[in-house]
DNA sequence: CTCATCATTCTTGTATACAAGAAAGTGTCG
DNA sequence: CGACACTTTCTTGTATACAAGAATGATGAG
């Protein structure tokens, strides 16, 4: 039987995943620097297959390259941050508007499995964040649009250790709980623009949200 | 006097563009082999800086790199297509609603002249074709979310060796320029919903203008 | 004549050597 | 004591050598 393992990955890609997920992860900071040849000597390989991974953490927005003074950890302006959570927001909405057109069975299910996982765990803050992420990511698959579920993963990805300090915020994760509720609802009523219209101020960083964000980044020490 | 040259760009980066700039022209046809030494001696260095090029170009979706055996042109499938311009519709549509919110004079002004360019052109396909990248552009710009408009004009980029076949279509200059003029009107206006409404349509490809794309894309011979 | 197997050739993947620019440390002079 | 120039060290950028997997072509059997 063959298995068309189209998952094969390069060196490159897997370093680069692993470099990412540091990152995402909150292992390595914001500024901070990339040195190639402790990395090299970390994933015990050479040079080579680091800096292409390097090259593809660069036009992921990952990792900033200055020629000829080493790759650092991006870190994001809180005008950018501000601008990408605002795109954010407008995909999420997005996902929603389509989930809600064209949801099917088995999406229906996934969407309240997550829902219900969220539920389970609303005690713990980093719990709560891990299944939030994972409710996030059902409705971008049942967007159907492939395409937008990337880029939607991808951002928030990118996000990610910055997202990570919002949900400290007292009471932040119960209302994100009874949103996602009203999300879901609404989702499964097939009322998009009513979906849209929750998830977007859900996601967006806004008021308060937004100055407490500054707040913790500026604890992050992010240059 | 300083200048802050922060437009300084590693090799890899300078011959990205010089690739890229193939790809979105038109000049390297989807499905399209790269191999690493043609390109090595084309721009006379060594293999080392192409694949950290290729490498970036995977990442930005342009190319398609199967482990072991080398890089291709990224051919997109008619449903991927779909999905692209689906979003990118949407990234427009955003655009606009921003766009009219907070809509500077600086750019009104080049918004209109965008579009003056784009009227005194409409008689010719190939320059419309350019000039109503520069209107579209100009939109992303007015939006006030430089990572906004980085995305849109990043996918953009990657939709320009469709997008082109486009514009052949009979009457398609037309509706398009009449199109921008009431988008143009709706911004100016502060209109933003009115303009994504409009701006949706115009960008997304639907009904027969898909099947148009698909036919066109046959013609190309991607794979 | 067609298909399968093996040898050959070509291409990619990785390490390493070397070149060159940046950073850091040292000493001297004002 | 502080600033500046110089030297040394370290890091990145690039080419190249070699290893190993894929594609190609030849040869032989059915």
Redesign the pocket.
């Known amino acids: 039987m063959m298995s068309d393992d189209a998952s ?1 990955l ?3 890609q897997r370093l680069r995943q692993e470099i990412e997920n540091d990152i995402a992860a909150g292992h390595l900071m914001p500024g901070e ?6 990395l ?1 000597n970390r994933f ?9 991974a ?1 090259q593809q953490l660069a036009m992921a927005g990952m990792v900033e ?7 650092v950890v991006a870190s994001l302006t809180p005008e950018r941050l501000y601008e990408m959570f605002e795109v954010m927001a407008e995909l999420e909405a997005m996902c929603c508007r389509l989930a809600a057109r064209r949801l099917g069975p088995a999406d229906a299910v996934a969407l309240e499995k997550a829902h219900r996982a969220c539920e389970a765990v609303r005690q713990d803050h980093d719990a709560y964040y891990r299944a939030n992420e994972g409710f996030h990511k059902a409705i971008y698959a049942a967007s159907g649009n492939d395409f937008l579920a990337e880029q939607a993963r991808q951002l928030q990805r990118r996000l990610q250790p910055y997202r990570r300090l919002q949900l400290r915020v007292r009471n932040r994760v119960q209302n994100s709980f009874s949103e996602h509720e009203r999300i879901l609802a609404a989702l499964m009523a097939g009322e998009g623009e009513e979906a849209a219209g929750i998830m977007r101020p859900h996601v967006q960083v806004q008021g308060e949200r937004f100055s407490d964000l500054i707040a913790s980044l500026k604890l992050m020490g992010a240059a």
């Open positions: 094969a390069s060196t490159a620097r990339l040195d190639e040849v402790s090299a015990h390989v050479s040079r080579t297959p680091i800096r292409e390097l390259i200055r020629p000829r003074r080493g790759a």
